[in-house]
């Protein structure tokens, strides 16, 4: 990589940021594309009440392509921007921002990345069909609103705390009218009955992370015709996964969900078509490294 007076700059800003994939991946993509360009990690406080302001006035005043905003700073970032994309107003949401001449929009790609994920690994589609998505914090809200637009015939949402979940299907039933929207809770199998014609359950949660122990969901109820996805990528294989596996289930891991929101962004500050294997192999090699 050669730095001169040329070179773009984009980045993430977040807090924690050591454990990002993103460098990797879209510094790849950058020099795969032949552009003079880098991607940089930012650790912006979460506990420094100016920091997020000031970081995202750098942006503009130093003329960044654009940043991708990651946890905990999705949800405030909206506030510093100068517009926000209809679905990422919808979701309350913003993981990546591009600089327009000095105007900053935000944008967030990361339930589209999802099922673009979805779609090329396994070939699942969603309209008319059975979801179960466990969890109702922000990534199951963008993963939803994503769902909803592609018409499912049905979406149970299942949480540990289901008022978050009613709250949840509140915010988009009376807009997304063609899908059935129900709330289940997590505990103890509550939801089992959901389970024995759904076509595809993903959990949303950071449980099954690496040392978050492992979701337990009964798979024996699910029908053989089930897919069993898991955004959580470190590891690649969750506990959600293996049993899913040894069910002969079709699973879907959450590395491609993380490569295709970062070759949306791509796409977005560059307008030039993203290098998506280029990107999902320094990915898969990032992660292996850590
Ligand atoms: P994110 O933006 O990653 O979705 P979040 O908004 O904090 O993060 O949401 C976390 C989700 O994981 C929630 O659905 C949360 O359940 P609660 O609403 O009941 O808190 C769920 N979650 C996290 N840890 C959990 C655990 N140990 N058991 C069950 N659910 C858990």
Redesign the pocket.
Do not use: F, K, M, Y
């Given at each position: 990589m050669k730095i001169n007076g040329h070179t773009k700059i984009t980045g993430i800003f977040g807090d924690p940021i050591v454990h990002t994939l993103s460098p990797a991946m879209q510094n790849a993509a950058f020099k795969a594309v032949g552009l003079n360009a880098v991607y940089v990690p930012f650790h912006v406080k979460a506990d420094d009440a100016g920091a997020l302001k000031a970081a995202v006035e750098g942006v503009r005043a130093m003329q960044f392509l654009g940043v991708n905003i990651t946890i905990p700073h999705k949800e405030k970032v909206l506030r510093y921007l100068d517009e926000i994309d209809p679905h990422a107003a919808d979701i309350g949401a913003v993981n990546t921002i591009v600089n327009r001449n000095g105007r900053l929009v935000g944008y967030n790609t990361d339930g589209a990345g999802y099922l673009l994920s979805l779609r090329d690994e396994t070939g699942f589609r969603i309209a008319r069909k059975k979801i179960i998505i466990i969890?109702?914090?922000?990534?199951?809200r963008g993963i939803l609103y994503a769902m909803l637009g592609m018409k499912p015939s049905s979406v149970v949402l299942v949480?540990?705390?289901i008022r978050?979940a009613t709250v949840l299907a509140k915010a988009f039933e009376a807009r997304f009218t063609s899908t059935d929207i129900r709330t289940s809770a997590?505990q103890r199998g509550a939801f089992i009955e959901h389970l024995f014609d759904a076509d595809l359950v993903v959990n949303?949660?950071?449980?099954g992370m690496m040392g978050k122990g492992d979701l337990d969901i009964p798979v024996e109820a699910l029908p053989p015709k089930a897919i069993v996805s898991d955004i959580v990528y470190r590891p690649l294989k969750t506990g959600l996964l293996k049993a899913a596996e040894k069910r002969r289930l079709v699973t879907h891991g959450g590395l491609g969900m993380l490569v295709r929101q970062g070759a949306i962004g791509f796409e977005l500050w560059t307008g030039k078509k993203a290098p998506v294997r280029v990107m999902a192999e320094a990915a898969l090699k990032a992660l292996k490294q850590k």
């Open positions: 969890g109702a914090g922000g990534a199951a949480n540990r705390t978050r997590l949303t949660t950071s449980i």
